[in-house]
């Protein structure tokens, strides 16, 4: 316990191990310093060099590279989001098309918004997504619900649009 004359001005240091330990008391006995003296000397000439702890910068260092990744997914993230609105609208462009011939996939998620239970066109939209005035997507939609009628499979009723199972 130290002397009541340093209250308040201690510092306690442990170190990694023994070996540590050791090593440091040889170091500052050969410069024929009490360790103290010897450690506060060695943090404050660290300290006035302007050289920071190891620990401190590599911590700045992965700072500046999460904000980097961040922003990375952030552009990432934006750009699938484009890619898959984009995908979303080709998709549907196939059921605007009057004289089309293949195959055409209706809207999953129209699908299953429709089997969960009924839905009228307003929430239909807006659980899909849709902006109403992208006249082009309301009309694929539309297309894809008059198919979807036409083969039985849903129908319009007062509380909107209901699969038939």
Do not use: H
Not at 138 to 161: A, C, F, M
């Amino acid at each position: 316990m130290p002397d009541k004359r340093y209250k308040g001005r201690c510092i306690q240091l442990i170190a990694r191990s023994n070996f540590q330990k050791t090593k440091l008391e040889d170091l500052a006995e050969k410069a024929g310093s009490p360790l103290s003296k010897f450690l506060l000397n060695l943090i404050e000439e660290a300290i006035s060099e302007g050289s920071r702890l190891p620990a401190v910068e590599e911590d700045q260092d992965f700072s500046e590279e999460i904000s980097q990744l961040k922003e990375e997914l952030k552009i990432k993230s934006m750009l699938l989001q484009r890619y898959e609105q984009e995908l979303v609208k080709l998709q549907a462009s196939a059921f605007l098309q009057s004289n089309f011939m293949g195959s055409r996939k209706i809207n999953g998620d129209l699908v299953t918004l429709i089997k969960a239970g009924p839905i009228g066109d307003l929430n239909l939209l807006d659980a899909l997504r849709i902006d109403m005035n992208d006249s082009d997507m309301v009309e694929s939609i539309s297309k894809q619900l008059e198919i979807l009628e036409s083969y039985g499979l849903i129908r319009r009723g007062n509380r909107g649009w209901a699969w038939i199972k």
